[in-house]
């Protein structure tokens, strides 16, 4: 009987991969898309914040006016412009020309030389609050490194409540690329295993074989199982050439282990397998099992995932929903892998969910699953 059952599996595997070969879109699926996405997000999705459009306006310009704002010039956050009035510069700033304005009044040296609180404004576009904060940010931290600098220069002690020494760990350079690209591998896992199986069932019925499935002596499991191999090595395949790229072309470092990769990345794949399969048993029509899939699985992994958004940042009712969302914890694991190592806390509990999720999924699955035609 054991014979009998591996002959009947290896067939229904080969019959799959065969099918693989003579339909080239789950190898487009599994290769070319996520190239696609790799590039998309790697090169147009950027949270850095660079050559900012900055508006400066001098009263009274002077040696110290002259050295601060300098300090702009030679800054790759800022691209600073001159204005001859505080009003054309908050004209440009309405007109979307600028993001910000620094406004040097004509006391700014007196105020300065006399130890008092120097006398800058800031005007900042808070249209997108995100980029207001962070250009906010960037013109403090310029002007906390030139009083710095200039009480070092003429010898004097800033009346600083705190001297604060920063360090940022796992990504130093503060490069957002780094923390974007691990994050689209899980997105891109996501929607390649949910669409790879999405449609194998369906396209069974569409086509008018299952019928012919469901008189050969194959049971049901050893149906599910056969058709679920080739698109998990083909769903692997496309993690580790997504991989590569992340680190080769996009210079991503990694630095946990290449194991805890695979283990984590197979665990991720079965789950989204299982999710996109029982979406094609649900759903008896190629398209519908499409949609559904991008819809229940690629949107949440890309919204509620961390990919891009910090979930603890979210309402606590949908930092609850969140939970749901397989991609939430491969994000976290392949956060962790690529820019921290093997934090193994952080590993086994996540490893934890996708598992209990995994068990959830097939035992749906095998439910749904029986070999009759209605």
Known sequence: MKSQARMRLKGMIRKEWLQILRDPSSIAIAFLMPVVLLFLFGYGVSLDAKQIPLGLVIDQPDSNTASFSASFDHSDFFSPR????????????????????????????????????????????????????????????????????????????????????????????????????????????????????AMVVARE???????????????????????????????????????????????????????ALIGASALFMLVALALGLLISIVSKNQFVAGQIAIIITFLPAFILSGFIFDINSMPQAIQVVTHLVPARYLVSILQSLFLAGDVWPVYWANMGAMLIMLLVLMRIVRKKSYKRLD
Do not use: C
Not at 228 to 246: E, W
């Open 82 to 197: 001159t204005f001859g009035s505080i009003q054309e510069a908050q004209q440009a700033l309405a007109e979307r020309q600028i993001d910000g304005i620094v406004w040097l009044r004509s006391n700014f040296s007196s105020l300065l030389l006399s130890g008092q609180d120097s006398p800058i404004a800031v005007r900042v576009n808070g249209v997108d609050a995100n980029q207001a904060r962070i250009t906010q940010g960037y013109i403090q931290g310029a002007w906390l490194s030139w009083l710095n600098q200039y009480a070092a220069q003429h010898g004097r002690q800033l009346p600083l409540p705190v001297a604060m020494e920063q360090r940022v760990w796992f990504n130093a350079a503060l490069i957002s690329r780094h923390y974007l690209v691990p994050g689209l591998v899980a997105i891109i896992m996501t929607l390649t295993g949910s669409l790879l199986t």
């Open 205 to 259: 019925w569409e086509r008018g074989t299952m019928e012919a499935l469901m008189v050969t002596p194959l049971k049901m499991q050893e149906m599910l199982i056969g058709k679920l191999i080739p698109y998990f090595f083909l769903g692997m395949g496309g993690m580790l050439f997504t991989v590569a790229l992340s680190v080769w072309q996009f210079h991503v470092p990694f630095r946990g282990s290449f194991l």
